[in-house]
């Protein structure tokens, strides 16, 4: 049996295809088996070719898988689009009205889904649930783990929509037991460990929420939407308010208005939302106030593609702006740190008083894993530095120049401390003052913040090979096929390194010169066209790289980076 099963369920938009895969997931994960599923859907509502793919091991997963071990194809053109990444030794599940036969170099079984779901069950919507049945019987799941899924799912809509649900759940797992001899995968008998199912964008919602964000506002926009929904159905049980604005401008200024009053706030949106928060993102570096941005990137530029990854708003994220506004911009690589990296972006935006943006990505934002338990006390919670008596007294400079560039913010009535959150440029009273010294110190001031933010610590991982030749350096979501690639790599005998930052503005300069010091070869994976990162290494470090660049709106797979490392390394 396979340490690992990869299904992938791939059929048109509004078949039930998404939702087929993802009660799939949940049951894998309530079998004690950890999980990593991704999905692809059309813009459209309706319509178009959508796809669902889960891993499933008992051990930690860090990418989506190679090729699939199962391919359900609901249609032709499902068949047609996905049967490459199909094993030498896969099986394929086809509906037999839709396409009438299979390519004979697979393993394959017609199962009448179609037939089951309109004749049988007398209910045509619940194709998606006899294949899902199909599946687990055919992966090796116990029918307990389907049930609880279907349960959960339709239990809300009464006990005749759960019945017809379960009815054709056990229709396609019966059909599978008398055509089938023996399932494909065997599901350990393993209950270690706490662990939660979470797509990357509710992670950042419940980090949010834990690192004291009481203010949310938010436009809808994919695939960033999902941050909303979850904030409107749960912050206010902590108290917290969540404002669905006009426009994204509105968001931000709604938040960049709420922190200035006190309230830790964030907003989300995708790269179209960014471009129209650009002067406001400014506005909260000029009067240096706290806010967090979540960037959930998706193909670009203009519309583009809404519902594919790319990683290609980082020159937007790092420089989007007229005049210097500094800002720091974090880039999570998992589900995981999709939680506690917007925890340490409350921090950062608190601590140095300036604007975080949070860099995502569809692949990240939709994407589910299984995570550790989170320990959220294992962080320590950072809130703005207030003026104290002695501050006041003085004569309160809301913008007194210190060492760190980082001045007290008095919340607004306190006493003898009021000021104007100002625009213009000002001195340390928050005066207007556009003179050439004072513009020259205000500058150099809040450029200090990066100086001693590119020190913070706990924002860099290093693994492979201590005596590598060859660097891998990545952000973001493209860590786990960097790191499946650079293991394979060394298994192979190619000595290889790799370095992800989660911190990608200001870079963490003295972890990646230490770790580019060595090297004879760097190579920087990300899905953009242009090698934004790559740029922008190039610029701190004067140092040639190997840019390898996808932009097909989907994400890296292990083996296009092994492929290039080897091609590095044979050159």
């Not at 009205?97 to 045509?124: C, H, N, T, W």
């Not at 005749?160 to 229709?171: P, Q």
């Not at 604005?245 to 995708?270: V, Y």
């Not at 952000?475 to 370095?499: D, M, Y």
């Amino acid at each position: 049996m396979a340490k690992d099963i990869v299904v992938r369920v791939a059929g048109e938009g509004g078949e039930g295809v998404i939702s087929t895969g993802e009660l799939l997931t949940k049951a894998l994960a309530r079998s004690s088996l950890r999980i990593f599923a991704f999905q692809t859907y059309p813009a459209e509502i309706k319509g178009g070719p959508a796809m669902f793919q889960v891993r499933a091991a008992p051990h930690e997963l860090f990418s989506h898988g190679e090729q699939a071990d199962v391919l359900v194809a609901f249609n032709a053109e499902a068949w047609e689009l996905h049967h490459t990444i199909l094993k030498p030794d896969g099986v394929v599940l086809y509906d037999p009205d839709e396409m009438p036969s299979i390519d004979g170099r697979f393993a394959s079984y017609a199962v009448p889904l179609s037939e089951i779901s309109a004749k049988q069950i007398g209910v045509k919507l619940t194709k998606n649930v006899v294949a899902l049945g199909a599946i687990g019987k055919l992966v090796g799941l116990p029918l307990e783990p389907l049930i609880s899924v279907i349960q959960d799912k339709w239990g809300r809509k009464g006990e005749g929509v759960v019945a017809k649900n379960l009815e054709a759940l056990r229709a396609g797992y019966n059909y599978i037991a008398e055509h089938v001899p023996t399932p494909i995968y065997s599901i350990p008998e393993t209950k270690e460990g706490r662990w939660l199912v979470l797509k990357g964008n509710q992670a950042i919602a419940i980090g949010a929420t834990a690192a004291g964000c009481r203010y949310y506002a938010g436009y809808p926009i994919t695939p960033a939407s999902d941050i909303l929904e979850w904030m409107a159905a749960n912050l206010p049980r902590f108290d917290g308010i969540v404002l669905q604005t006009e426009d994204e401008i509105a968001a931000l200024a709604s938040c960049i208005g709420a922190s200035f009053a006190g309230k830790k706030a964030m907003t989300a949106t995708s790269g179209p939302g960014i471009s129209l928060m650009v002067e406001l993102i400014g506005l909260a570096s000029m009067a240096e106030i706290p806010v967090v941005i979540v960037d959930a990137q998706r193909g670009g530029p203009s519309t583009g593609m809404p519902t594919k990854t790319e990683q290609s708003d980082l020159g937007l994220a790092v420089f989007g702006s007229h005049g210097d506004a500094p800002r720091i911009v974090l880039a999570p690589a998992n589900v995981e740190d999709c939680l506690f990296t917007t925890m340490q972006a409350f921090n950062l935006a608190e601590k140095y008083q300036l604007p975080v943006i949070i860099l995502t990505d569809q692949y990240l934002a939709q994407r589910t894993e299984s995570i550790p338990y989170p320990d959220l006390d294992s962080v320590e919670i950072v809130n703005r530095k207030t003026p104290t008596s002695e501050d006041i007294l003085d004569g309160y400079k809301r913008y007194k120049i210190t060492e760190d560039g980082v001045s007290p913010m008095a919340l607004p009535g306190t006493p003898d401390a009021l000021y104007v959150a100002e625009g213009l440029e000002h001195d340390e009273w928050g005066h207007p003052n556009l003179t050439p010294a004072n513009h020259r110190r205000m500058s150099q001031k809040r450029f200090r913040k990066l100086e001693f933010a590119s020190r913070e610590s706990g924002f860099v991982r290093v693994y492979g090979s201590p005596d590598a030749s060859i660097g891998v350096v990545g952000w973001g979501s493209t860590f786990g096929p960097i790191r499946e690639a650079v293991e394979e790599a060394n298994k192979r005998g190619v000595r290889v390194a790799a370095l992800h930052t989660n911190m990608v503005y200001p870079l963490p300069e003295k972890e990646l010169s230490e770790f580019l010091a060595p090297l004879k070869s760097v190579i920087v994976p990300e899905l953009n066209y242009t090698g934004q990162f790559a740029v922008l290494l190039k610029s701190k470090f004067c140092k040639d790289f190997h840019q390898l660049n996808k932009v097909e709106g989907l994400p890296f797979s292990s083996m296009e980076i092994l492929e290039k490392i080897l091609e590095v390394a044979n050159a």
